[in-house]
């Protein structure tokens, strides 16, 4: 039976469920909601002091990311059908701007 026959037997109340369920799910994905503490072997790792731990959390300046993207081989990608660094190195001055919005976003959100 198509879908558009079926439509009638489902509520606003239903779809929106769904919809919501969905959105939770995927915003959750890849988000760790409590901090995460290495054991290896019995032995629990020392923490970070805070004003180091402030420092891990701000956000990456531009020059940092530049910097990041300078010190990859030119001929690297990220998948096998992605552009590669080369590309980065070139645009730059066109797509800093999305990459810099990526990891602002990945610092606000914190997950990616």
């Known amino acids: 039976m198509p ?6 037997m489902v509520s606003p109340v239903d779809v929106m469920m769904v919809k919501n369920a969905i959105v939770h ?6 988000c760790e909601n409590k901090p995460s503490r ?4 019995g032995i629990a790792f020392g923490s970070i002091i805070l004003d180091v731990a402030k420092d891990v959390e701000k956000d990456f300046t531009e020059d940092e990311v530049w910097n990041a993207i300078t010190e990859l081989g030119n001929e690297k990608a990220l998948r096998l059908d992605d552009f590669n660094i080369a ?6 001055s066109i797509v800093k701007g999305k990459i810099i ?5 990945f610092h606000k959100k914190r997950c990616y």
């Open 3 to 8: 879908f558009t026959k079926l439509k009638w």
């Open 25 to 30: 799910l995927y915003e959750n994905l890849y």
């Open 38 to 41: 290495l054991f290896v072997d």
């Open 87 to 92: 590309f980065f190195h070139r645009c730059w």
């Open 101 to 105: 919005e990526f990891f602002a976003n």
